[in-house]
């Protein structure tokens, strides 16, 4: 509708970068990304960032939450939490503002 800001529910996913794919770039979303490829660069979205054991990440990732399952090199800012699986390799800082 217009004149009405839309949510994003967690559950969905709005872009998908495959495994076979490779951006260099910056990514701006207000959507939920997951990454099964490759991406470089910087990634700022309003939605989750969620990345696959097959995605490699090379990049600043800002967003609402971080699932990292895959590869990522650089720094994480998250509005809300950061989830880091077994399967996880994380070279970087992750940035978060405490609540008062």
């Known amino acids: 509708m217009l004149g009405k ?3 994003t529910p967690a559950d969905r ?3 998908l970068i ?13 959507g939920t990304l997951r ?9 700022s979205t309003e939605g989750d960032v969620v990345i696959g ?3 490699w990440v090379l990049a600043q990732i800002r967003a609402r939450n971080i ?4 590869k990522v090199k650089g720094n994480l800012m998250p509005a809300g ?6 399967t996880a ?7 978060v503002e405490l609540a008062q």
């Open 67 to 70: 699932l990292v399952a895959g």
């Open 89 to 95: 390799s994380l070279e970087g800082n992750i940035q």
């Open 13 to 15: 996913m709005d872009t």
């Open 53 to 55: 054991e097959s995605g």
């Open 18 to 30: 495959a495994p076979e794919t490779h951006f260099r770039g910056k990514i701006i979303s207000r």
């Open 35 to 43: 990454i099964d490829g490759r991406v470089e660069g910087e990634i």
């Open 81 to 86: 939490r950061v989830e880091i699986a077994t």
């Open 5 to 7: 800001k839309e949510t």
